[in-house]
């Protein structure tokens, strides 16, 4: 099983940024998928998450609205549109996936504890 990110960068205030976590070794539509972050010196946090049975999908109040989760079957990612980014919009930034759905507005990382998890990408907002 593996998760891969990709799509991070240095981008300025104001910009966007499209990441994506390419999925493989696993049934794609029996995986939910969340996206965490952790900025350094903080825990990391859940702030999106995709359901695979319905595409329900779930955002972390401060960032709805700029963040929108995706997916797309046939080619097994899942996609975080990142617009509207701010500085303290910069951490690394990984996708989970795991059979269940895990989420509530201060979804804490062990609680996925027992999902597939990619290595992170840098996401670094200059303002």
């Known amino acids: 099983v593996q998760l891969v990110e990709s799509g991070g960068g240095l981008v300025q205030a104001g910009g966007s940024l499209r990441l994506s976590c390419t999925l493989s070794?696993?049934?794609?539509?029996?995986?939910?998928v969340a996206w965490f972050r952790q900025a350094p010196g903080k825990e990391r946090e859940a702030v999106a998450c995709?359901?695979?049975?319905?595409?329900?999908?779930h955002y972390k109040d401060s960032v709805e609205g700029r963040l929108t989760v995706s997916d797309d079957r046939g080619a097994k990612k899942v996609h975080l549109q990142m617009n509207s980014l701010k500085p303290e919009d910069t951490a690394v930034y990984y996708c989970?996936?795991?059979?269940?759905?895990?989420?509530?507005?201060?979804?804490?990382?062990?609680?996925?504890?027992?999902?597939?998890w990619g290595q992170g990408i840098q996401v670094t907002v200059s303002s």
């Open positions: 070794g696993l049934p794609f539509e029996s995986y939910n």
């Open positions: 989970a996936a795991s059979r269940r759905i895990i989420w509530a507005q201060n979804v804490k990382a062990e609680w996925w504890s027992d999902a597939y």
């Open positions: 995709i359901e695979n049975k319905n595409g329900r999908t």
